[in-house]
């Protein structure tokens, strides 16, 4: 079925472009039509589009850089098939070089270093956009996408949080994912659990049973504090990591920092739980999932094609559930956005990595994206055209599910900072244990007036 659907969606995107390149109508109904749409690509050189109003089209063969998080596995074939069809395909002559760089920080962090150097790409995977939003060095899409038509009203409520910045888009949602929860079905089912918790209270029940079923851990969860923890504390009643107005962490003082902290410490003293390795955390808890010596943990989304497909290769069938929390199946969005760099380019380079995120972002090239790694779509079109794979693949349809129900994280200039400081305090518990959970909070409160004031 995977193969199946990319194939009807190469050969839709296939007969789209042939009809651009086939039509010679210079109309556009309504004003919002674009010369992929209509055919017409011979706009005349130094005309900004075809009606002389808005950006202006690419007029000449061109190359762009990207810069990408999509560094191995299903995700980096994904990549390199995602930028040669564009470059075969698109109508203007441009070429993309995608290179992978690392993880979000790591690319925001070069991203700056060469913006300052007056030596950065054109396109960048982002995750919180709003920093470099907020510098000014990223362009905003909305002119290009009134331009050619390009409707955003699909897009789904729950990743639209970052796509703005003061009233610009600055950002379209590209690799978007949510929490979930990924557990060994047979080991469950021998502990006489035939479906997946979905509160934190079956979750310990089932973990601690499946552990001494199997004399094996029966679960993990990673260090992500925007993501995992930010679940955890907002099914407590807490605004989250970080409050609303963006000022401040409550959490630290109606208890729900403290409750989540010390739960988790007492499942490891406990014996069933099992803490993060310091380094390589994600794959040394990928492969204690595929080797039986771990039940369940929390995970991305995005890593359910590499669980599922792995862990068959293995002789562990792996499925996927909501993520349980303290008031129910739940969890929140993340995941990174596509964004283009007005720092240090022109308006051709602009005009070409805009026709780079448009292709990026079509219903049928999100759902390629989709079916392939794991991450999931992010408009109502795509997941109309994964229909017949959400009635086919159980895990699949969960994962799209659970993401529609959940919100992004809010961003701020300061969550990247504070993310830092809990990640620090909370390994300093889970890991180090260095200190107990109420030495964590009046340390992170010591931390407050640095971060925030």
């Known amino acids: 079925m995977r193969k199946k659907l990319v194939s009807m969606l190469l050969v839709v995107t296939l007969v789209l472009t042939m009809a651009a390149c086939g039509e010679t109508s210079d109309e556009a109904p309504d004003g919002n039509q674009n010369s992929e749409e209509t055919g017409d690509d011979t706009q005349p050189e130094g005309e900004d589009s075809q009606d002389g109003v808005g950006p202006e089209y690419v007029t000449a063969p061109i190359t762009i850089d990207f810069w990408h998080t999509f560094g191995s596995g299903l995700q980096a074939e994904y990549m390199t098939d995602a930028v040669a069809r564009f470059n075969e395909s698109n109508e203007y002559g441009i070429t993309v070089n995608a290179t992978y760089i690392g993880n979000y920080t790591t690319l925001r962090s070069q ?10 790409p054109q396109v960048a995977v982002l995750g919180m956009s709003d920093i470099l939003a907020s510098a000014g060095v990223l362009v905003d899409m909305q002119p290009y996408a009134d331009r050619d038509g390009v409707s955003l009203d699909g897009v789904l409520d729950g990743v639209k949080t970052s796509m703005y910045y003061e009233d610009q888009l600055t950002a379209m949602p590209f690799a978007r994912s949510c929490t979930l929860l990924y557990y060994n079905v047979d080991m469950f089912a021998e502990a006489g659990y035939d479906s997946a918790p979905t509160t934190i209270d079956e ?54 920092f403290l409750q ?75 995941g990174g956005d596509i964004s283009i760099i007005a720092a240090n380019n022109d308006e051709q380079q602009i005009a070409a990595a805009w026709e780079f995120v448009k292709f990026l972002m ?92």
């Open 111 to 120: 991203l700056t270093t060469s913006i300052g150097a007056q030596d950065n």
């Open 203 to 256: 979750l310990v029940e089932a973990c601690k049973a499946v552990s001494e079923q199997n004399g094996n851990y029966g679960f993990e969860m990673l260090i992500d504090m925007s993501f995992y923890q930010e679940a955890l504390l907002r099914s407590l009643g807490s605004e989250g990591l970080i409050d609303e107005d963006k000022q401040g962490a409550s959490c630290l003082d109606d208890g729900t």
């Open 362 to 453: 079509s219903d049928e090239e999100v759902a390629i994206r989709s079916e392939q790694t794991g991450y999931l779509p992010t408009s109502e079109g795509a997941a109309a055209l994964m229909e017949e794979l959400f009635a086919e693949d159980n895990n699949m349809r969960v994962a799209y599910e659970a993401r529609v129900a959940c919100e992004d994280v809010p961003g701020c200039t300061q969550r990247s900072e504070w993310q830092t400081q809990a990640a620090t305090a909370v390994s300093y518990v889970i890991q180090d244990k260095s200190m107990s959970p109420e030495e964590a909070i009046e340390y992170l409160k010591s931390m407050l007036q640095t971060v925030f004031y």
């Open 260 to 334: 989540m902290l010390s739960d988790w410490d007492s499942w490891i003293e406990e014996g069933w739980c099992v803490a993060p390795t310091v380094t390589d955390g994600t794959n040394n808890m990928y492969q204690m999932m595929y080797s039986g010596e771990l039940a369940a943990c929390f995970a991305s989304s995005a890593s359910l094609s590499t669980l599922v497909e792995y862990g068959k290769e293995s002789g562990v069938t792996i499925a996927a559930a909501p993520m349980p929390t303290y008031s129910g199946a739940g969890g929140v969005g993340g």
